[in-house]
């Protein structure tokens, strides 16, 4: 089933954490960066963001929203180092990196697929996890076939492993770098080694995929056999590529959500929307709203999924349980209780997001770890504060027996 593509972009996620102490000075490296901007938010410019995230939400991830001219006049007149501070006391920081200018192509070289990086940001959370956005869009003229290829490619694209002969058959060449060993030393230029997130367990080989395919009208319409184009999705949903034989049983309900037209498919390492031209709101409004409110949604969720991980392993090696504690309790109160949106399809968006993430299953393992590692801190220090009462019960006794044996002994 050949099915050709109107519009398409993919972001590609490559989540890293900075350590605690060492955030400042990482926010610090990329104010001092010349290639890294700092990404302010406007009222005026992003309305769609001000109108979808409720207030609580919108402080923490946006709060640069409520900046005037003036408070902007301010924080550009700080130092580097101060304006590094300034950052690393709020909830999130955003940067956009400037890419080199176009390498000229290689003359010669039709084979494989070709791609342009079109944007690269940089997410930081206070938590010291942070995310690089890389987006990428394929050359005109490329099927849907193409888009299931250089997806399952690229999100392995720094992955140690030994391709597989269906990998190694896909060739992807870009005009940004010489080649996608250069792509690798950016990513590593940029998030450094990444060492906490491999002794948390996370897996630091394979990027995220959230992307967007529009199809044109003559490959998704009234006509169109809906099973083939199902499986078709299925690839796009779980990053296969387009030689994958997939069986008939597609119909995961908890993972797609389908409405005419557009399909949103869901699983840990991607989130993915198919949309069809027949609709002309897929590329005059979902195309912007799925980039922008979409993107930080997920990236929001993404954060909370990592942060969980991260507190557990904490847990695990912490010998001071009070400050444990107090990070638990601490993203209770001001981030998990809190709801992202009250947008009829934001809402709808944000229970795939969370079931796809295990939220809820990693949020109710990791209280039931707090509970356990809570009890035994108050009996060891109950047996510390029991241990401190018999040994100056026994000082007392030890001075008054002395006391007795003075005044008795001496007569």
Known sequence: ?????????????????????????????????????????????????????LPEIKDKLFWSLDL??????????????????????????????????????????????????????IVCFHTGICFLLIKTVLDSGSSFSDVLNFNYKFKDIQSKALPSKTQEAIKIQTKKFNNM???????????????LASKMNMDTEKLIAYSYTCLD??????????????????????????????????????????????????????????????NIENYTKLLF?????????????LHQKIYLKKLNYEFQKSQKFDKVKEEFLDFVKKDWIYEVTNDTKGEML??????????????????????????EYEISKNNKHNNWLIMIISIMVIVNLINLWIIFGTK
């Open 1 to 53: 089933m050949e099915l050709k593509t109107k519009y398409q972009y993919t972001y590609f996620i490559y989540p890293y954490i900075i350590e605690q102490k060492q955030y400042k000075d990482y926010l610090y490296g990329l104010l001092k960066n010349k290639k890294c901007n700092l990404k302010l938010f406007d009222r005026k410019k992003d309305v769609e963001m001000e109108s979808y995230f």
């Open 68 to 121: 005037n001219k003036e408070a902007i006049k301010n924080y550009e007149k700080m130092d580097l180092k101060m304006k590094a501070t300034v950052l690393a006391k709020k909830k999130a920081a955003f940067f956009e990196y400037q890419l080199e200018e176009d390498i000229p192509g290689k003359i010669g070289e039709k084979n494989g697929i070709f791609f342009d990086m079109e944007k690269v940001e």
């Open 181 to 195: 060993e250069n792509f690798l030393d950016f990513l590593q230029e940029l998030a450094g080694p990444n060492i």
């Open 217 to 278: 009208q003559n490959s998704w319409n009234e006509h169109t056999d809906i099973l083939l184009l199902e499986k078709e999705f299925e690839k796009y949903r779980t990053l296969k590529p387009a030689s994958e034989q997939m069986n008939d049983q597609l119909d995961d309900k908890q993972s797609v959500l389908k409405e005419k037209y557009s399909y949103y498919g869901f699983s840990p390492n991607s989130t993915v929307l198919l949309t069809s031209e027949s």
């Open 289 to 301: 709203e799925f980039e922008h409110q979409g993107l930080y949604h997920f990236l929001y969720h």
């Open 350 to 375: 944000d229970r795939y997001y969370k079931k796809e993430q295990n939220l809820e299953e990693a949020f109710l393992k990791l209280k039931s770890e707090y509970d356990l590692l809570y009890k």
